[in-house]
């Protein structure tokens, strides 16, 4: 069975409590939940992995090259920081669809350039939790399309 992984990035261990007017109240714990029950809907398992260290993150992806077929990624504050992350992307290539709970467009400047955004097959923002169900679903058909090549 095709596999996921769910990777979540710094402070997002705090959702449901952090800033929730920006946010909302859905926790991190639901986040996990909606992603693997829409995977399992349709054939796909999940594996979340959340931590607050860029470099944790790094192997996290660097892991998925042996056990996952893609990523659904919001890598929080190190979206619009980190180039190790983005190498890392690059290096497993591995498809790969970038979330952002809040529109990141509508906010403060620093948070509308992504160095993962142009490796990504999507990018979903300002969707709020929803945007994770999209992202399994857009997997599933990048991973379905691959397969029938
Ligand atoms: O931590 C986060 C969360 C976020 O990725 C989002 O899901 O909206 C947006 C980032 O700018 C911020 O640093």
Redesign the pocket.
């Known amino acids: 069975m095709p596999r996921l992984l769910l990777l979540n990035?710094?402070?997002?261990n705090l959702l449901g409590t952090r800033e929730p007017e920006?946010?909302g109240s859905a926790t991190l714990q639901d986040v996990e939940d909606l992603a693997r029950t829409t995977a399992e809907s349709l054939g796909l398992e999940l594996r979340a992995v959340q931590s607050n260290s860029e470099g944790a993150l790094v192997d996290a992806v660097q892991a998925a090259r042996e056990d996952c077929d893609g990523v659904v990624v919001?890598?929080?504050?190190y979206?619009?920081t980190s180039i190790a992350l983005r190498d890392a992307f690059a290096s497993v290539a591995l498809p790969f669809v970038e979330?952002?709970?809040?529109?990141?467009h509508a906010?403060e400047e620093f948070?509308h350039h992504s160095y993962l955004a142009a490796l990504a097959s999507a990018v979903i923002?300002?969707a709020g939790v929803q945007?994770y169900v999209f992202a399994v679903q857009r997997l599933a058909s990048v991973l379905a399309e691959a397969d029938t090549r």
């Not at 990035?9 to 997002?12: K, S």
């Not at 979330?99 to 990141?104: I, L």
Request: glycine residues 18%.
């Open positions: 990035g710094p402070n997002l920006v946010y919001n890598a929080g504050a979206t619009h979330v952002h709970v809040s529109n990141v906010r948070r923002v300002g945007g």
